[in-house]
Antibody, heavy 121, light 108 residues
Framework: QVHLVQSGTEVKKPGASMKISCKAS????????IHWVRQAPGQGLEWMGL????????NYAQKFQGRVTMTRDTSTSTVYLELSSLRSEDTAIYYC??????????????WGSGTLVTVSS | SYELTQPPSVSVSPGQTARITCSGE??????AFWYQHKSGQAPVLVIY???KRPSGIPERFSGSSSGTMATLIISGAQVEDDADYYC???????????FGGGTRLTVL
């Protein structure tokens, strides 16, 4: 049974950085890419990027280029999302999601429960 | 960037058929995916590759695609289908992916 367990709520000041985690279990970790998606209050889902858990390769949405870093630790089946220079507009629930298709970035299939990050002075 | 356009809201009575559309330039060549998202819960994939239904998703959920429009169809909508629905797809060159803006489905 697939599980994606995300780290807990965070509160950050503007200008700071965040690093949240997503620990996977129940499947072959390096066989499926991981997506990161966020939802700001009252807004829709926003795709942030994709991490190839086997090679470590990344594909970031243009909007976040220069501010986002996605990494993984294959020894613990954990992926990480770092976002720097935080501003109030980054207040959101951040979701990790396992890809539908092995070794392909087709689409998110199974989602974690989300991590709430609040950016406030 | 790439844009997918959905109607902000759709409303049906229980037992009626709900249709939610998603418009995108690349949809004649790229498949669409559909997600159900209820407040406080993780999104759930309900349709993939335009028309396929993951295991565990009720048969009343189906999908279609024609030209630049993909459609999520809920036949005989139930009160528990009341949720936000998002389409997801990519551009023709696989350079950008996007979610649609979301459609609030009200069943009452």
């Amino acid at each position: 049974q697939v599980h994606l367990v995300q780290s807990g709520t965070e509160v950050k000041k503007p200008g700071a950085s965040m690093k949240i985690s997503c620990k996977a279990s129940g499947y072959a970790f390096t066989s499926f890419h991981i997506h990161w998606v966020r939802q700001a209050p009252g807004q829709g889902l926003e795709w942030m990027g994709l991490l190839n858990t086997l090679s470590g390769g990344k594909n970031y949405a243009q909007k976040f280029q220069g501010r986002v870093t996605m990494t993984r630790d294959t020894s613990t089946s954990t992926v990480y999302l770092e976002l720097s220079s935080l501003r109030s507009e980054d207040t959101a629930i951040y979701y990790c999601a396992k890809d539908l298709t092995p070794a392909s970035g087709s689409a998110p299939e199974f989602w974690g429960s989300g991590t709430l990050v609040t950016v406030s002075s | 960037s790439y844009e997918l356009t959905q109607p902000p809201s759709v409303s049906v009575s229980p037992g009626q058929t709900a249709r939610i559309t998603c418009s995108g330039e690349a949809l004649p060549k790229k498949v669409a995916f559909w997600y159900q998202h209820k407040s406080g819960q993780a999104p759930v994939l309900v349709i993939y590759d335009d028309i396929k239904r993951p295991s565990g998703i009720p048969e009343r959920f189906s999908g279609s695609s024609s030209g630049t429009m993909a459609t999520l169809i809920i036949s005989g909508a139930q009160v528990e289908d009341d949720a936000d629905y998002y389409c997801y797809s990519g551009d023709e060159n696989d350079e950008h992916v996007a979610f649609g803006g979301g459609t609030r489905l009200t069943v009452l």
